[in-house]
């Protein structure tokens, strides 16, 4: 997309890795923090995105990372 560089941070809770909350500030980052609020409504732990596997190259591996 032509920019380098952005930020996300993931909040985890100790012993579930439950997702307390995560911030993302980059390019698309109003689309990426969704993946998050999606996993925070529905109870999951971020195993689940640390364990997917994503479509190549994607901005979603930057999610995926972030938890990895």
């Keep these: 997309m032509g920019k380098r560089g952005g930020f996300i941070k993931v909040l985890l809770e100790e012993g579930t890795e439950n997702i307390l909350g995560a911030a993302v500030l980059s390019v698309e980052g109003a689309e ?15 195993t689940v995105i640390r364990d997917a596997i994503p479509i190549h190259p994607t901005l979603a591996e930057a999610v995926q990372s972030a938890v990895s």
Excluded: E, F, Q, R
């Design 32 to 46: 990426l923090v969704h993946m998050y609020i999606d996993l925070m409504n529905a109870g999951k732990s971020s």
